[in-house]
């Protein structure tokens, strides 16, 4: 029988083909181990598992558009996904996804992290490098006070109106039974005139200390809030030196007992930004402690090279993403294509974090995290565990209805189920589909359902069996009739998975796949394979007479 | 050879009165306690908020527990999950439309409160879910369009490969298992989540699997014997799918009930759901779908019907004559030419 001789070839090449793409690998993962990267050979089953299943973290970032609207969306979310994709891959995960979902979101899923708050940072942080000039010509001395009397001015406004503002609070005492924001505003708007009245002449400027070089100021520790509140002001933003602009420090200096935080006034044009980076890597150095060392490209060299010859002897401010970090040195002759920044006290890991997102490069706007999902490794191998003991008994409990009920048959619809589980984990693997927990539980579900069409083609057996058929005839017009009825069957439950597929997201999307997967390895495990063994044992023991279903 | 079932011939079809009195009466509480007691449980995914899971080392007190997150988050949820060690607390965002950061700051306050009172050895964080009121909007929406699409999809695949009646009967018997399953999730309150969803499409596909079979013998034996009321067709029909359907159950039992049982918590409303729906499935093919398909063969009789047939309940659903009468005998087991059904 040449047919009989194709079908069992057909099947052992599809067997042989499974075992292969399920057949343990080395495969070469890039871990991070002390800080550096390393490549390490694991040999493992081919089966990519999905975050709920290894532990590791999901993330869902947006434009944030709080601050200020973006005008076109897509466009700025691709190339923000450039810009996260490239930090992710030196971030030092194994198998991370990167990828953009819809118009407006970015998806990053990160297996096996361990300091959820770190990768956060990283992914979020804009990472938008400035040089700036410090001012010297003692512009915001000269307008201090204007300012002090724009804020005396507005002062005088709240004093008066303290009554005011007193019988506002009483009316706004009503509404607050109803809205906890209302009364929050209400309060914020009684201290800040407080703050406003006690402060008094010479608001800001008594607040501020002159620095150590021109354009610098000290701000006490407990009093950065209160000159924020005034910088915040409009009148005092228009009427701030025009072409300068006030930044802070990143870091708190302290002297004697107590600490401050430096403002600086700087050109607002920067001499130089980030774009122009090429490298960038942390180091250790005995006198400014931590810093990160970077290199320009030489268009950018040649361009600090002139702006630092025209500003010898002036301070330059290193501003990340609005932030002054460290002192700003004073450049003592040009510059070419490196520099340095210092990180002060923070410790070699920050500094390794800000070097590796000066060399993704910024982001232009900024994201929000929509989403986060973030799974313990032990959580993962609890899942596993308790999945595949779930899956082991129903496939025993299986084993017994089949071998119980169908005897003989019921023995050759086991072998199928074998088959099938082999089929099914290879499509997987093969298709490079993600296991998830819901996945698993697809998985010992459809081992239920996979024995659906083999009960239906035996019982179709037995009742032509029941009409004196012979046992091959009735053996062929089981399979001829039970057919159209599992072909329906198979079909619905396949596009409800496609369509759970479309529209479900991560570990659903695997429950979708497998039971996709599974289906199709059914259908041809209970037609193909079972018919099979039947023509072999058709083909052993001629002139059968009966037949143990 | 085991049989079981075997040659039976009971009357399915003379209960539907009370079937359907039984099933409506769920769907009924179930709506009920909808108004009575609000939505549905859904899930963090869907509202958007704050999911932690806490394995603590040493058994916390509950009371105590309760006091520190209600310090940071007021009416959060706190469930024992499992063991007396483990714990979930649920905090549903706010309607504010920019949750987000503050979402995800619930996570970290009281990581720090609970640092404070247990140190960072004596409990584990195993998981955190935030997501942003947005994220849960379109989840929910995507989930309504999905359940949508599966019902129509049915429909048009079972009004090509069935006749519309069929189709119908079935989508609508489909529609009745979502409903009965709504109220089966909303009186054990399972919690909604995307996997609950996953499972009610699975066994829409289910359910509508066993109507196809029934539905399938249905039409074969149309063909086969012409001059049976349909009642009765029926009612053959189902006692002859009935060790498969009885069959086919206990394995997806077995399934879903070893899944209930030892996969473990997070699995656990998808698999009650399943084997909720294993029921819902046996029930509405035989006790929704045939009545179904008596009323809609009532109501709407095959177009060219025989004068002289009794009443429309007992409409043969091959009682076309061809109007010369002299219809060539048909080949025993060749498929006819022109069905009762395509």
């Known amino acids: 029988m040449s047919n009989l001789k194709y079908r069992v070839a057909l099947i052992l090449a599809l067997v042989a083909a499974s075992a292969w793409a399920l057949f343990p690998r080395t495969v070469v993962e890039r871990v991070k181990r002390d800080g550096a990267f390393a490549y390490d050979t694991v040999r493992r089953v081919p089966l990519k598992r999905g975050l709920d299943l290894q532990g590791g973290m999901h993330l869902a970032l947006e434009v944030d558009e709080s601050k200020q609207a973006v005008a076109d969306k897509s466009d700025a979310l691709d190339r923000a996904l450039k810009v996260v994709r490239t930090r992710i891959d030196e971030f030092g995960v194994s198998e991370p996804v990167v990828q953009k979902v819809g118009t407006d979101r970015i998806i990053v899923e990160l297996p096996g992290i361990d300091d959820p708050e770190r990768a956060e940072a990283v992914v979020q942080k804009s990472a938008f490098l400035q040089f700036q000039i410090t001012d010297k010509s003692q512009a915001l001395d000269k307008v201090l006070p204007r300012l002090d009397q724009i804020i005396r001015d507005r002062g005088g406004v709240v004093t008066t109106a303290t009554g005011d503002t007193a019988a506002r609070r009483q009316v706004g005492a009503i509404p607050n039974l109803f809205s906890t924001s209302d009364s929050s505003a209400g309060d914020s708007t009684k201290s800040d005139s407080t703050v406003v009245v006690g402060a008094g002449g010479g608001a800001l400027s008594k607040l501020l200390q002159g620095g150590q070089f021109p354009g610098e100021y000290m701000v006490a520790e407990q009093d950065v809030r209160t000159v924020e509140s005034y910088l915040a002001i409009p009148e005092v933003q228009g009427a701030l030196p025009p072409g300068k602009v006030l930044r802070w420090s990143g870091d708190t200096l302290s002297m004697g007992a107590q600490s401050f935080r430096p403002l600086y006034v700087v050109d607002a044009r920067p001499i130089i930004t980030g774009e122009y980076l090429t490298n960038a890597k942390p180091n250790n150095t005995p006198i400014e402690g931590t810093v990160v060392e970077f290199e320009l490209n030489n268009e950018g060299g040649r361009r600090f090279r002139n702006e630092t010859g025209k500003h010898v002897g002036d301070y330059m401010a290193i501003v990340l993403d609005d932030r002054v970090m460290g002192r700003p040195p004073v450049i003592q002759s040009a510059i070419g294509t490196r520099g340095q920044i210092t990180m002060g006290n923070r410790d070699l890991q920050s500094a390794q974090d800000l070097a590796l997102v000066l060399r993704a490069g910024s982001l232009l706007v900024p994201l929000k995290i929509a989403e986060v999902r973030n799974i313990g490794a032990s959580l993962g191998e609890d899942s596993i565990a308790k999945g595949t003991l779930a899956m082991t008994i129903a496939i025993g409990f299986v084993i017994a209805i089949m071998v119980g009920y169908y005897r003989f048959s019921g023995v050759l619809a086991v072998g199928a189920l074998v088959l099938y589980v082999l089929f099914t984990m290879a499509i997987l693997a093969g298709f490079g589909a993600v296991l998830t927990l819901p996945g698993l539980a697809g998985l010992v579900l459809t081992v239920g359902i996979a024995v659906d069409a083999n009960v239906l083609i035996f019982e179709r057996i037995r009742e032509e069996l029941d009409r004196g058929k012979t046992v091959r005839t009735s053996i062929d017009e089981g399979f001829k009739h039970a057919w159209s009825a599992i072909v329906d069957t198979s079909l619905t439950t396949i596009l409800g998975g496609a369509v759970l597929y479309q529209y479900g997201t991560g570990p659903v999307k695997g429950f979708a796949v497998v039971l996709i997967a599974g289906i199709t390895a059914s259908l041809f495990c209970a037609v193909f394979v079972t018919k099979t063994f039947y023509l072999i044992w058709l083909n052993r023991s001629k002139n059968v007479q009966t037949l143990s279903i | ?342």
């Open chain 2, 1 to 342: 050879m085991i049989r079981i079932f075997h040659n039976t011939s009971f009357d399915f079809i003379k209960w539907w009165r009370q079937a359907a009195i039984a099933t409506a009466a769920f769907i009924l509480l179930g709506l009920a306690s909808y108004l009575w007691s609000g939505g549905v449980n859904y899930s963090i995914e869907f509202t958007g908020g704050t999911l932690m899971q806490l394995e603590f080392t040493q058994p916390p007190n509950p009371a105590e527990l309760r006091s520190i997150v209600d310090g940071i988050a007021p009416g959060a949820e706190i469930q024992e999950y499992g063991t007396s060690r483990e714990y979930t607390i649920r905090a549903r965002s706010a309607t504010d439309a920019d949750a987000t950061s503050t979402t995800e700051g619930v996570a970290k306050a009281v990581a720090t409160a609970l640092d404070a009172k247990y140190t960072s050895e004596g409990y584990r964080v195993v998981r955190t879910e935030a997501v942003g009121p947005k994220v849960g909007s379109e989840l929910r929406r995507g989930a309504m369009i999905a359940m949508f699409l599966v019902a129509l999809v049915t429909l048009a695949y079972l009004a090509f490969r069935f006749e519309w009646r069929f189709g119908a009967a079935a989508v609508l018997s489909t529609a009745h298992d979502v409903l009965v399953t709504f109220a089966f999730i909303k009186l054990f309150e399972i919690e909604v989540s995307l996997v609950v969803v996953g499972a009610i499409l699975t066994l829409l596909g289910y359910s509508g699997n066993d109507t196809i079979i029934i539905f399938d013998r249905v039409r074969e034996n149309l063909r086969k014997v012409r001059k049976e009321p349909l009642y009765d067709t029926l009612n053959r029909s189902i006692n002859e799918t009935l060790p498969r359907s009885i069959l086919t159950h206990t394995t997806t039992l077995a399934a879903t009930t070893t899944l209930l049982i030892f996969a473990g918590e997070v699995l656990r409303p998808f698999a009650w759901v399943m084997t909720f729906g294993v029921f819902v499935a046996t029930f509405s093919s035989i006790y929704v779908a045939g009545p179904l398909l008596l009323y809609i063969e009532r109501r709407f009789p095959r177009s060219v019907t025989d004068k002289g047939q009794a009443s429309p309940a007992r409409v043969k659903a091959d009682s076309k004559v061809e109007p010369r009468g002299d219809r060539p005998a048909r080949p025993a087991g060749g498929t006819p030419r022109r069905p009762a059904t395509r």
